[in-house]
């Protein structure tokens, strides 16, 4: 069984100290790396290990691996060699922990750590797909078991709070109670329903809390069974053997409403944790599980699954692009937003590229398809933001610190408070002070203070075009004290265009160029055609001369275009006003295209790379930040200046190779500090790596997006705001729960200790303390759930 990177989920999550554990034991495993728990969506992720040495650590640490268990039909298994290959292929596989496949049945099971899709692929490019899902784990709502626990507690509690409190608020009923079912019998009711309480739907605290704490690794669960049982014990013995303690009272109601309360906050919590992933969901949700596919002449629905490279595909007005594909046929406005983060729909005719979940408005296309599965740029986008969703931030190590010593230093004050209001008040008194500190103490909304923002917030950027690769650029963009720019394909549109035009009849003149140019393949001939759109069709005798132009008779006219030697070599005088127009081109970097007709120079055409929509407006956007702007280009430096000076850009580097990039980031960096480089091409890879925080634009090829930290589904400037917005909204999200989860404890637990009742402040009690507990971690959920509504500029 080989070594590689894991993900899978992980019971018994409950606070930051459960995390540090779990860490810990991966992380001693030998070989380990890249280990992260992430008490968000619980979950673990390693690298270097196998599958058994990671289940094995986890379960002696009291976190054990959740496991799949998956029961699939394999239509072609047909013979003993067949059972062979399929449990090779299965046990190939590094996720797999085991696998049998059985011929009568023509069935396979297996146990998987994490998703079984891994294993489903790999049956499949072995000759055995897997025909359907017969028995998968059953997928349930984490919310639902602990609602049912919450019920069960409250209605338990519910009398057990009536017959203790009731008889301090309401007047006269302590009497009543006396003179009825009498004290003892109300204390024995008291007792029983409140062990019901502590052994039924409060069982999982003792049952996790109390290992911990025999194996010197407390966590929440731990202070909870301190604190419900202290309070239960010290009950128990004032009412079954009232001569061993000192008499004090009896605080069942304390213990049952603390885990009452606590499972409230839980259910709560999870609740709200059940919308951090709604980014992912929605996304996986874009793909439509059919297709219309060309089957023998003419379409047919079939699983989506069962769409393959090469496939003719329709797609009808209103419906999704089912895969990654190339319009063959008909034209329509295609909504991208779901993915490119951009409103406006595109417009996709032949040869165009359209990707799956992409929504078709008002045409039909048929497409070829390109990219399927997992090789789809929204599965790519899916796999980016869930690793994404993952990372883990330099300000959580911080975090982690402190939670590590947090638990034993709350048992530490607990039992200081308890000895000091037991030696100075009285037995009664310490009880309820040991129990409130041990109560009130919440590492839980440490532990989620990072991670929920984390993945609410990289969930978020994605639904807005922005994918972080790497979850820690979400800090380091917003360190970054310069954001340089490559120009080509950026900042430009990266294709040549007609700028300008220069002559008498300017149109007329760029119809007869583009008659001449449409029998030419070169950049400039293409964007002289686009420019026109009607091109005549009457054209004889096209002949290119290499690096001077080309020529041809169109519509009866001999017309000539390229440059001055092209016009003085077939006898034509160029004229000094379109001279004069093409070196005022020249200064801004453009190409001067000169066009004769029938031996007269009748003006020329400026081509140049157009500056994209919006870059002026981003980069004064990213300058009202207080950051600086840079652009880094190989082109020439006299078009680098130009577009520069034209969208206000101070800094500017040119002519530069691949290399002399990084060097430039180098020099920035040294001058203003972190640097983030915005690129796309092959030559922008070095720099992307370069720079402190890497962002590919869309279109950017395969290195480059792998290089960078940032993939911006949108071609446009504007995504970089997306980015930086997306990426402020949550590091300020992260320093609130930060601040709220410290802050929480800081003050209330010198409060429960009861550190202000000698200067007539107040003492929190334990029910009020479970309250506020439990309420904490629910604020910094809901806090984090925010973000759903951030970075859109």
Known sequence: MTATSLSFGVSGLNCASCVGRAEAALQAVPGARDVRVNLADHTARIAGVSPDAALRALDAAGYPAKVTQVRWEIPNMSCASCVARIEAAALAQPAVLKAEARLPTHEVFADVLGDPDGLRAALAAAGYPPRQTVQDAPATDPAQPLLNRFLIAAALTLPVFVLEMGSHMIPGMHHWIAATIGMSNSHAIQLGLTALVLAGPGAGFFQRGVPGLLKARPDMDALVALGAGAAFLFSALAVLAPGVLPPAGVYFEAAAVIVTLILMGRWLEARAKGHTGDAVRRLLGL?????????????????????????????????????????????????????????????????????????????????????????????????????????????EALVNRITAWFVPTVLVIATLAFVTWWALVGLGPAVVAGVSVLIIACPCAMGLATPMSIMVGTGRAAELGVLFHKGAALQRLQDAAVIAFDKTGTLTLGAPAVADMAGKDTDLMLRLAAGVEQHSEHPIARAITAAAGDVPSDVTG???????????????????????????????????????????????????IHVAVDTTHVGAIAISDQIRTGAADTVAQIKATGRAVAMISGDAQITAEHVAQSLGIDHVVAGVRPDGKV?????????????????????????????????????????????????????EPGAVLRALSISADTLRNIRQNLVWAFGYNALLIPVAAGVLVPFGGPQLSPPLAALAMALSSVFVVTNALRLRGKGRT
Not at 560 to 573: F, H, P
């Open 663 to 715: 060097a430039a980031l180098e020099a920035l960096r040294a001058a203003h500090g972190p640097v983030a480089f915005v690129g796309d091409g092959i030559n922008d890879a070095p720099a992307l790596a370069a720079a402190d925080v890497g962002l590919a634009v869309n279109g950017a090829n395969d290195a480059a997006i792998e290089a960078a930290d940032v993939v911006m589904m949108s071609p």
């Open 287 to 395: 793909r439509p599980d059919t297709a219309e596919v060309e089957r023998n002449g003419h379409f047919e629905t079939v699983a989506q699954a069962d769409v393959g490279v090469g496939d003719i595909l329709r797609a009808r007005p209103g419906g999704r692009i089912a895969v990654d594909g190339e319009v063959t046929g008909g034209e329509t406005y295609v909504d991208e937003a779901m993915l490119t983060g951009e409103p406006i729909p595109v417009l996709k005719r032949s040869g165009d590229a359209v990707s799956a979940g992409t929504l078709t408005t008002t045409g039909t296309l048929t497409y070829r398809a390109t990219h399927v599965g997992r090789d789809t740029v929204l599965a790519r986008i899916t796999a980016l933001t869930e690793a994404a969703q993952a990372a883990r931030l330099p300000v």
């Open 542 to 592: 096209f002949e290119a001369v290499l690096g001077l132009g080309a020529r041809a008779v169109v519509e009866g006219k001999d017309v000539i275009i390229g440059n001055v030697a092209m016009l003085e070599q077939s006898g034509v005088v160029p004229s000094p006003d379109w001279i004069a127009r093409a070196d005022a081109w020249s200064m801004t970097g453009a190409t001067a």
